[in-house]
Every structure is written in structure tokens, then in C-alpha cells.
């Protein structure tokens, strides 16, 4: 049996790209884990899963896929990959079949999310979202230096409305080892939504953090941790 390490695939989320995995990233490359953090489209939730699989399929050994937020419905359905060991979904979606991020969101209150996005169209794609850029420190970067913040919200990757309305077309927590992390402080998402996927794919080991949104960034090493842990499994 080998004693070589699994690849570590962080999937970023809806406004954000591989920027905000940094602090985890370099926490895992120091403990001598290969990491890829890939840029996902954000154009649909069928699509980005196939470019995620397509990326997992092409690493050689055992992969621990990693999810933030819209990136936890992605894994959901990239992760029925062969290769893939283990899921960790880090204040994300954990949809089930048949299930779209809106029907998910629509059982619980809004986050402040949902007041503060602007809608773009494109030629190809049409309409798609990003966040207000004076909004952005408050809803989806609290806690963080505001320069920091400013930078984030310059680098986002918007989502295409397309995204919200496409049900998963399976659910790899039903056979895949999972973890999970609450933000009890997250202003992006529900935490609710966040606790009740959770509980309905049958995550047993699911940490609470008093943190927002961005915990990659404010708690990189509790984060960097559950990944580990799953790694290990």
C-alpha cells in the first residue's frame, strides 16, 4: 500500500476564485500535500461539475475533494468521481438528487446576500451575478482586513443565473466519507441551510465555527484540519 499523500482539489464558490483558498492552500502544501485549486466556470451546476470531475480524473492516485459554498453543490456532483476518497464541504451546499441551489435556499430566510447582487448579462451566458463591491466586506468578507476584502471583491467571478436553477443529478455524500463545516456566523448563506444539508446527507463529523463565510481566510487552520482529517479517512 502506498504511503503517498491524496491530492487535494479545493473547489472555490460563486464570486470568488482560487485567491481565497490561499491561506488553506499554503497550509496543506507546507504539511507536503499536492494541491490544485482550479478556476470553476460558474456557469452551471451540470457543467462546472463536469470540469471539476474532468480535473479529477486527469490526477493520478486518490483525491479529497474540498468544497466553499456553491462549490459544495459542485462536488456534490463531481465527487462520484472513482478516484474521489473523501468530501469536505466548508459552508457549502450539500444538495440532494433532483435539487437546485434556489429550491435549498427557498425553505429558509434570505441571507443579506440576496439584497445586495447585481445583475449583469452577457452575450452568451445570459443574466449572471456579483456583489455589490461596497457590500462585499460586510457580507461575504466580514472579519477580514478591508484591503484584503477589496481585493476579493475585485477578483470575483460571477455566477450565471443558470447556476441557481439546475438540480444535481446525484449526490456523491451518499457514497463517499464526508465532512463538513458550519460558518455560524455566515451572512452569504443561512447557516441553516448549511446545518440541514449536512443532516440530510448524514455528516457525522460536522464542526461549528464562529466565523463568516470566508473561513478559509479567517480560520485557515481549523479549515486546513477537517481536510486533513478527511484525508487521513
Known amino acids: 500500500m502506498s504511503d503517498a499523500k491524496p491530492t487535494i482539489v479545493l473547489v472555490h464558490g460563486a464570486f470568488a476564485d482560487a485567491a481565497g483558498w490561499a491561506p488553506v492552500t499554503r497550509i496543506l502544501l507546507d504539511q507536503g500535500f499536492p494541491v490544485i485549486v482550479p478556476s470553476v466556470p460558474n456557469r452551471t451546476l451540470s457543467g462546472d461539475s463536469a470540469y471539476i470531475r474532468s480535473v479529477v480524473e486527469q490526477i493520478e492516485g486518490p483525491v479529497v475533494l474540498a468544497g466553499h459554498s456553491y462549490g459544495g ?17 466548508i459552508a457549502g451546499y450539500a444538495l440532494t438528487e433532483g435539487e437546485s441551489l434556489g429550491e435549498l435556499q427557498g425553505g429558509f430566510p434570505d441571507s443579506d446576500l440576496a439584497a445586495h447582487l447585481v445583475q449583469n448579462t452577457t452575450p452568451v451566458d445570459g443574466p449572471e451575478f456579483t456583489v455589490e463591491t461596497a457590500a462585499f466586506g460586510e457580507v461575504l468578507a466580514a472579519g477580514l482586513d478591508p484591503k484584503v476584502a477589496q481585493v476579493l471583491a475585485a477578483g470575483q467571478r460571477p455566477l450565471a443565473a443558470a447556476a441557481f436553477g439546475e438540480a444535481a443529478s446525484v449526490a456523491a455524500w451518499r457514497t463517499k466519507p464526508s465532512r463538513a463545516i458550519v460558518a455560524a456566523a455566515d451572512r452569504t448563506i443561512n447557516p441553516d441551510v448549511e446545518r440541514f444539508g449536512y443532516q440530510r446527507a448524514g455528516i457525522e463529523h460536522v464542526v461549528e465555527l464562529d466565523g463568516p463565510h470566508l473561513l478559509m481566510q479567517t480560520h485557515p487552520a481549523e479549515v486546513a484540519k477537517v481536510i486533513t482529517d478527511a484525508a487521513a479517512l
Open 73 to 89: 453543490a459542485v462536488i456534490t456532483v463531481a465527487g462520484v468521481a472513482e478516484s474521489v476518497t473523501a468530501l469536505v464541504y
